[in-house]
């Protein structure tokens, strides 16, 4: 695709460490200071997929590498590609945009494994299929030439975080992304320091599988089941207990990689309560790691749907903790738009990622780009 003179509008498409559902977001943007969020639309995992995707990450995670898939893998991946392709073309019905005004679709696709330690990652997500199924060009595979370049892969939406602080007054800031997993943007007070990111540690993974498990409810609805508990310190004690915590970043997590068994015989309540706890604490400890503490956290994903979560994190913080809406951002949708934004950075071989960010060894591009049939010659 040649450089456009006008912005280009791009669609992003996220299904986070959460697995809940898929977010879609339309932004009009340069891949540099411009970003104007349009339309969005976020739609549920249909059940049956979403306990799929759920029953493939302990094997997604033991294979040696992204590559020669079992067909099972193959199965889910072209499911959610068609699912994922429907929610697109319903965000265009009811934004009233025809295929051919987007000029590109950022496709994270759905991440089963995630291996630093071995220097693999895997999302799935067709591209081409995805790029036939809509008709409009597509870029995915994000975080591949970051981990080829030595770095972790993760996180990727920082940029975009950088894009969307502009002018604010209050730096530095945090933009924390409570998914399944947690992750933090440091945003110094002057131009030319580079963001530092990082993941922080389980955010709501861990709460979300222990309320499935003990309610069978999917998350714990307004925080009210961690609210009627009390936190177990010895609990809390253990699992705050991983060398995790004390590494310096870079770093990056696979949702598997920590486990509520030191709250295994708990109460459901005092259980629910002590993975928030956790969560929170893992949060706190990340200050080790920022050049200076922010003056605000900007608190996006489901995360900040949990009143319980966000007063602990107020409480240990110390500091002003809002939500993106409290500064006008979209704290559902952030993270796909962060994935429209970066697929037209790809589009202009512009860096996804930086030393600070993931430690690749250089400012890096990435994603692989997927011509729509109809576009094609």
Excluded at 43 to 61: N, T
């Amino acid at each position: 695709m040649p450089p456009l003179t006008r912005p280009y509008r791009a669609i992003g498409l996220m299904s986070g460490t959460s697995m809940d559902g898929v977010d879609a977001a339309i932004l009009e943007t340069d891949g540099d200071t411009f970003a104007e969020p349009g339309p969005s639309l976020t739609l549920p995992y249909p059940r049956a997929l979403r306990d799929a995707i759920a029953a493939s990450l302990p094997g997604a995670r033991a294979l040696d590498g992204p590559r020669g898939l079992p067909q099972s893998l193959r199965d889910i991946e072209a499911a959610i590609t068609h699912m994922q392709a429907r929610v697109v073309q319903q965000l265009l019905v009811e934004a009233r945009m025809p295929a051919d005004t987007i000029d590109v679709i950022g496709f994270h696709g759905q991440t089963v494994a995630h291996r630093p330690d071995a220097g693999w990652t895997l999302q799935l997500g067709d591209g081409a299929l995805m790029a036939a199924s809509v008709g409009i060009d597509v870029v995915n595979d994000f975080r591949s030439a970051d981990m080829a370049a030595g770095g972790e892969g993760a996180p990727l939406a920082p940029l975009y975080h950088l894009a969307r602080a502009g002018a604010t007054a209050e730096r530095p800031l945090a933009v924390l992304n409570l998914g399944g997993v947690g992750n933090v943007t440091w945003i110094s007070d002057a131009d030319n320091v580079p963001p530092i990111a990082f993941d922080t540690g389980p955010a709501n993974a861990l709460i979300d599988a222990w309320t499935q498990a003990r309610t069978g409810e999917p998350f714990d609805h307004n925080g009210a089941l961690a609210l009627a508990g009390t936190v177990d310190g010895g609990a809390l004690a253990q699992l705050l207990d991983a060398a995790y915590f004390d590494r310096p970043p870079p770093k990056s997590l696979d949702r598997l990689d920590f486990s509520a068994d030191p709250v295994a015989t708990l109460s459901d309540a005092d259980g629910a309560a002590t993975l928030v706890a956790f969560t929170a604490e893992s949060v706190v400890r990340a200050l080790d790691h920022l050049p200076a503490p922010p003056r605000q956290w900007i608190i996006v994903g489901g995360g900040r749907r949990n009143p319980v979560l966000m007063r602990a994190l107020a409480q240990r913080l110390g500091t002003k903790v809002v939500t993106a809406e409290d500064v006008g951002w979209r704290g559902d949708t952030l993270e796909a738009e962060a994935f429209a934004y970066l697929a037209v950075r790809s589009l202009k071989a512009w860096p996804l990622s930086l030393p600070s960010t993931t430690g690749v060894a250089r400012p890096i591009t990435g994603g692989v780009l997927h011509t729509a049939p109809a576009r094609l010659g």
